[in-house]
């Protein structure tokens, strides 16, 4: 699998050839990420695209029910085969943390965390 690399700005990176792409486990975890900072709604193209950041933050407190439809939605991404431990910590400012550990289709587990801005 391959996947167009982020520059440090979170911006698809052009201009490099190959160079601007990265693969196998670093490709997963990159379509994850970007899948998961999509805001539903913000994509021109689907509308339908993304989570539903907005209505969770609107929240006092995010629920279970919030973690099962994040790891549904990560599940879904193309390479990942399973997750293993998924948290979620509210910050403020209308932000939030994601930590994950991802099982990947070529047997490699992904550990990190991401945060997500909503505005």
Do not use: H
């Not at 601007?20 to 709604?41: F, H, N, W």
């Not at 933050?57 to 085969?81: F, N, P, S, T």
């Not at 997750?83 to 994601?98: A, F, P």
Request: proline share 1%.
């Amino acid at each position: 699998m391959m996947y167009r690399m982020l520059d440090k700005d979170d911006d698809w990176s052009f201009g490099q050839g190959l160079q601007s792409y990265c693969k196998d486990d670093q490709a997963i975890e990159t379509a994850m990420l970007v899948s998961v900072r999509t805001i539903q709604g913000e994509n021109w193209c689907d509308r339908s695209v993304g989570l539903p950041w907005i209505s969770l933050m609107a929240q006092k407190e995010l629920k279970d029910i919030d973690l099962y439809m994040i790891r549904d939605y990560i599940l879904a991404c193309r390479g990942v085969a399973g997750v293993e431990n998924l948290d979620l910590e509210r910050k403020e400012n209308r932000q939030i943390v994601l930590k994950y550990n991802l099982q990947t289709v070529y047997n490699f587990n992904i550990e990190g965390s991401t945060q997500i801005e909503v505005f």
